[in-house]
């Protein structure tokens, strides 16, 4: 469709193919749709970050993933459940557990987990770096 300039005119029309796009690896195609998104004035919303967020964690690229994380942030919308567990398990997989604990922490902070979710989460960290 974008090959032929033609471009979906809604957020959830290109929420699917940016998940599709991800889910099959396709990160360059994935950021281009929400690229054009934007450029054409199209409001993206926590679903749009979080898809583009998970695809960047299933290919490794956890920096690529806080960065739209940050990005969300930074345009006023609020990061929820699915995105703070998509960056974290994103961290846990590279291994980067600092980084998941300081998220962890900004999620109780903001209410986003309960302190026994988060001490359980701490206990499976620990028991898995064991």
């Not at 398990?89 to 902070?109: C, T």
Request: include cysteine.
């Amino acid at each position: 469709m974008v090959s032929q300039n033609i471009y979906p005119n809604t957020t959830i029309t290109r929420n699917v193919l940016i998940n599709d796009f991800s889910r099959k690896g396709l990160m360059d195609k994935a950021r281009n749709m929400f690229d054009t998104m934007i450029e054409h004035g199209e409001k993206s919303n926590q679903i749009t970050y979080t898809i583009l967020m998970k695809g960047y964690c299933l290919k490794g690229e956890v920096d690529l993933a806080k960065e739209i994380f940050d990005q969300m942030t930074s345009k006023g919308s609020l990061p929820d459940m699915v995105s703070y567990s998509t960056l974290f398990k994103g961290y846990v997989k590279a291994n980067r557990i600092n980084d998941a604990l300081v998220l962890l922490r900004d999620m109780v902070q903001k209410g986003v987990v309960s302190d026994q979710v988060a001490q359980s989460t701490l206990n499976i960290l620990l028991s898995k770096r064991a």
